[in-house]
């Protein structure tokens, strides 16, 4: 029996080897997360790289100037320049209204391009793209932000070394909304906010501090981090 899978071992590796390898070959993506036949460009400013597929034009050149005002209101506000360009795609291959911002392995935000229906939470703006960038750049900037003693692990370990990204759902969203916010319109000035928070109070079963950080199953269950 030993004998058996010891010799057997060395072929069910060759065989997942020759599998991996004829799946990096495949000329079709049909999985991917964006259609393989799209066609890409980058705009270029002083401090973001905005790569937008076809029909994507006029959009990407609003965000190319909402984005350096952006910067030159946030960036001296919350105390931070990041390193380099950002990089910011522009996609309306979904009907969601939605963004994503990372700071790993580089600056990078996905922004989907389609303005919110009436029953988003996302409803009560004034600008949708300057909403959406407002509120993803000021992840960037707070969490990319670092100082004191994280700085001697920050240049052995690189971005890896991001305290602010272990604060609470509830900071991170929270400053997020705030800055989304400062023109009247946003979350924070949204009804559905309001009404969210006037049921947990009325039904007094408004959230601890705790459970406000965290992906709850009950309602209002990812709103909370933001409300």
Known sequence: MNNYIFFRRPRRIFI????????????????????????????????FNIHFHDGAEEVALRMADIAERT???????????????????????????????????????????????????????????????THEFTHILHIDKYGGIAKPFRWVFGKLITPNGLTPGWVREGIAVYEESLKGKGRVYNSFSEMMLRTDILNDEFLAIDEMSGLKINWPSAHAAYI
């Open 16 to 47: 997942l080897f020759i599998l991996a390898v004829v799946a990096l070959l495949c000329r079709e993506a049909t999985a991917a997360f964006f259609d393989p036949k799209l066609n890409w460009k980058t705009v270029k400013t002083e401090h």
């Open 71 to 133: 910067y030159a209101k946030l960036s001296p506000k919350i105390g931070w320049k990041p390193w380099g360009r950002t990089e910011v795609v522009l996609t309306d291959h979904t009907d969601v209204s939605n963004a994503f911002a990372t700071t790993l392995p580089y600056n990078y935000m996905l922004l989907y391009m389609n303005s919110p229906e009436g029953t988003s939470t996302l409803n009560y703006y004034d600008d949708w793209l300057e909403d959406l960038f």
